[in-house]
């Protein structure tokens, strides 16, 4: 627009716009060149770069040499070094020599040396625990029974001034088959192992007691933190714990649970952690059953009643429970980083009155790091007043300022544009989830799902740019539809309203989310309260109409805003894209993938898009976009770029998933004898691509559908080897006939009384003989309820497959554990019944069985590309009628 004179302003700060006139037909002194808008683009891109860079950024690695220097330091190099050694025993399931021999010999020699050198203050008390029980678990909103025969925890206890209370650490030393374990969890346990070595040499004794439990039972899952906390005489002293866990391969340690409530809790990771990086909206994700994952944090919170705080790793998901989670790919830095949080915690929780008073507060606490620079942390009842606050200024302040420009004549029309903001700012939401869904959807018909796996950077061509190419374009359409063509608001001021339409949207989501008691609303309350900022400048400067200094101050206070939601880009993309590959393939990932993307460019760019209004012209721009959109699928759909998995020959792979389950089925019958036996492979489906590879695998021999197979028919849930019936029962998995594995023994049931304890009630006396892994299957038969076992105090209710409804009961064994005896009562309808009661099917896995493996089984893991990674297994499927 044109600068009008004299006679129609009124000086430099009370403007008034003549009402007669058609400014928007008028070419405008606040148009800019529209190469900006490119540069808008770049500016996005640079900031993205820089938190991804923050994100990775680790400190320098301390070395023995250091010690002199800094005597009371963690020294990265003395943990890595038992990272080497715990991770060079190979993989270590619970039940193993390797877990249940080589890293128990090798924790507690360790401990005997830290013990020995420690400083004479100091009294450090070890026990192992050898312990069996079981509880009910819900997982996935699946029922079932976890039971555990001695497992083993090594425990070390670093004695204090109070011996009445205690700060637990806890990590797990056992690692799940084929996999290492060196991120998940050994490094918390080489961490650890530190921090006890750093404190029990200090002169001055904690004020209380610092137990330390390494455990040799979770991934099974959560077991031996479980009979820690059930029935350790240890466990009555603990008021508070900290978790090291890790659901990726290194990176940064993320606080992702802390609770429950006890905002003491945060305000001790305020005090004491050095490089910050926690998100109170990871915790309500975690918790809301997104990520197919659980912690010990859960045992000790509910088992125990005890708050504490989880940690995890979540970079390099790709590298999570296989082959490549070993030391190779986790540096020095990762430990230093760790062991300098968890060290300075775990003293300011040791030495803190908090500890044995932390029950005083039960409030829910926000709390958020900035790019790891500062630690915010405030009550959820604290956090509704700013959100509320923040909100509520953020469309008043630059209503107000933009009416003041006006001296008061246009609010109408300032009103008017800030819903041509507000609407063009939802429906360019909705418009560009649409398109990025069919654009999924396309990709998947194609036959091209996930070609962003290792391909990151094609999520910001195939979903982001389309996604900001329709948001731009609904905005352009808003304005030709909605807005008026003879507003007498200068172009600056126009665009400024539409902003406020932004404020509006984001502020209408804030205050939603907020009182429906969720704290994730923090995340779109800063990215207002930056907008806030600018708009406050801007008016108190009197620039609202000035030609470009309050674009100046706007975009200024938006790169803290990018910074912001930039760092939510990578955070959410590098959590969730390695977790598509174990997901099944019954959802269509590039739907989430897509659905996160378009979320995160309007989180982005809303601030940034009616800015565009701003060029001169916008073909530049959508040119731009449309041409890396156009580039980005061609990629995706027509060369390798888009091939989802990658080796490790770069040293980054990014492998797709299988389990392979060579199996010999026996099944017996009612009077004990043989019906028969058959034997096959089970292949389990982990992602949308993995039928294609199956099939590959299994060529010539056609795969049947786990629920077609033929003992379908009439076996207990199929006779399908069940070792893990959370995700099994979820996953498709595929059958093929083919001759027996080698199985020199496996676990097996039989009964040893049945008695009739009235006209409808019967007991019956079971025993399992063998040490090995299991999964027991109960299964009355129609007519027949069961109504009480002795397995553990709670009977869990049955799961359905199939059109069945059995009791699943996963049984751990560490170290020889012996028979277990099982009494089971069992109502039936029919009065004085005397036939068959139960299915009971008993299903033992050998995980780390290669050098026993048929060759046959070698063949077909010959199949297996090298871009994919498999866990072999072995398993004896034992079917019986009692």
Not at 35 to 62: M, V
Not at 235 to 255: D, I, P
Not at 258 to 281: T, V
Request: with cysteine; glycine share 6%.
């Amino acid at each position: 627009m044109f600068q009008p004179s004299n006679t129609t302003r009124k000086g430099a700060k009370g403007k008034v716009l003549d009402p007669d006139i058609d400014y928007s037909k008028v070419k405008s002194v606040h148009s800019i060149s529209s190469w900006w808008g490119i540069g808008g683009i770049f500016l996005i891109l640079f900031i993205g770069n820089l938190t991804s860079y923050t994100n990775s950024h680790l400190p320098d690695a301390l070395r023995n040499a250091h010690l002199a220097k800094f005597p009371n330091a963690f020294i990265a190099e003395r943990a890595y070094k038992d990272l080497k050694i715990l991770n060079d025993f190979g993989p270590k399931p619970t039940g193993s020599y390797a877990n249940e021999v080589l890293a128990v010999d090798f924790l507690l020699r360790e401990i005997s040396y830290i013990d020995q050198l420690k400083n004479k203050n100091q009294i450090i008390v070890v026990d192992k625990q050898i312990v069996s029980g079981g509880y009910v678990g819900v997982y996935m909103n699946k029922s079932a029974t976890s039971v555990y025969r001695n497992v083993q925890n090594v425990i070390a206890k670093l004695e204090g001034k109070n011996k009445q209370h205690a700060l637990l650490l806890n990590c797990h030393f056992d690692s799940v088959a084929t996999s290492p374990g060196a991120s998940d969890d050994l490094s918390g346990c080489a961490v650890m192992l530190e921090i006890l070595r750093v404190m029990s040499r200090e002169p001055e004794i904690n004020q209380y007691s610092i137990i330390f439990l390494f455990n040799g039972a979770e991934e099974t899952p959560l077991q031996a933190s479980h009979g820690f906390i059930s029935s350790h005489s240890w466990a009555k002293e603990v008021r508070a714990f900290l978790n090291l866990e890790s659901a990726g391969s290194g990176g940064k340690e993320m606080l992702f649970q802390s609770g429950p409530k006890n905002p003491w809790l945060i305000e001790m990771y305020a005090k004491a952690i050095m490089y910050p990086y926690a998100q109170a909206a990871a915790e309500e994700v975690f918790q809301s059953g997104v990520i197919p994952s659980d912690t010990d944090f859960r045992v000790f919170r509910d088992v125990g009643g005890v708050p504490g705080m989880d940690f995890a790793y979540t970079a390099n998901g790709y590298r999570y429970h296989t082959k490549y989670d070993s030391i190779e790919y986790i540096p020095m830095t990762v430990l230093q980083r760790t062991g300098d949080n968890i060290l300075s915690l775990t003293k300011t929780i040791a030495n803190s009155d908090r500890l044995p008073t932390q029950h005083t507060k039960a409030e829910h606490t926000v709390y958020f790091d900035f790019l790891g620079v500062f630690f915010v942390h405030y009550s959820a009842d604290v956090g509704l007043m700013i959100n509320l606050s923040v909100v509520l200024l953020s469309i008043i302040i630059p209503f107000l300022s933009l009416a003041r420009s006006t001296s008061g004549t246009h609010g109408r029309q300032i009103r008017s544009e800030t819903m041509v903001g507000f609407v063009a700012t939802f429906l360019g939401a909705g418009v560009s989830g649409i398109v990025c869904f069919l654009i999924g959807y396309q990709l998947d018909l194609m036959g091209r799902p996930m070609s962003w796996y290792s391909s990151t950077n094609l999520v910001l061509g195939i979903y982001c740019c389309p996604a900001l190419l329709c948001q731009c374009l609904v905005h352009v359409l808003c304005n030709k539809v909605l807005a008026s063509k003879t507003t007498p608001l200068s172009l600056a001021l126009k665009v400024q309203a539409r902003l406020n339409g932004v404020n509006l949207f984001w502020g209408m989501l804030t205050l939603g989310i907020t009182f429906t008691g969720y704290r994730v609303a923090y995340i779109f309350m800063i990215l207002i309260f930056f907008s806030l900022l600018s708009n406050t400048l801007i008016s108190m400067f009197a620039v609202q109409n000035s030609v470009h200094k309050w674009l100046y101050i706007h975009l200024f206070f938006q790169i803290f805003a990018i910074l912001w939601s930039t760092q939510f880009y990578h955070m959410m993309l590098n959590l969730f894209i390695p977790i598509t590959g174990r997901i099944g393939a019954s959802i269509n990932p590039d739907l989430i993938i897509g659905a996160i993307s378009t979320f995160l460019t309007l989180f982005t760019c809303s601030y940034m898009t009616p800015l565009l209004f701003l060029l001169k012209k916008t073909d530049k721009l959508i040119g731009e976009l449309v041409a890396i959109t156009v580039i980005a699928l061609l990629l995706a759909s027509w060369t390798h770029v888009g091939f989802p998995y990658r080796d490790d020959s770069l040293k980054a792979p990014t492998v797709q998933r299988h389990y392979i389950t060579h199996t010999l089925r026996t099944f017996h019958d009612y009077n004990g004898g043989l019906r028969y036996t058959d034997s096959g492979f089970l292949l389990q489906e982990l992602d949308r691509n993995a039928k294609k590879t199956i099939e590959g695998i299994a060529m010539p021999d056609t795969i049947t559908p786990m629920r077609e197979i033929p003992a379908c028919e009439k076996e207990l849930f199929c006779a399908i080897p069940f070792y893990s019936i959370w995700h099994q029962v979820l996953f498709e998995n595929y059958w093929i006939p083919a001759p027996q594995p080698l199985v020199h023994s496996s676990v097996r049931c039989s009964l040893q009384n049945k008695n009739k304890l009235s006209e409808h009630e019967h007991r019956m006396q079971l025993t399992l003989t063998g040490d090995h892994q299991c999964a027991l299957v109960i299964g009355p038969k129609a007519g027949a309820t069961l109504t009480k076992w002795d397995i553990v105090n709670e009977l869990a209710d049955p799961i359905e497959f199939n059109g069945q409804r059995g009791y699943f009961v996963l049984i751990s064994s560490g170290s020889n554990p012996g028979p277990m005896n099982i009494t089971i009562h069992l109502k039936h309808e029919i009065t004085n019944y005397d036939g068959p009661l139960v299915d009971v099917m008993v299903t033992t896995t050998f995980w780390e069985h290669q050098k026993h493996h048929a060759p046959v089984f070698n063949k077909l893991l010959a199949r297996v590309p090298t871009w994919a990674h498999v866990v072999p297994s072995v398993a004896a499927v034992n079917s019986y009628i009692f």
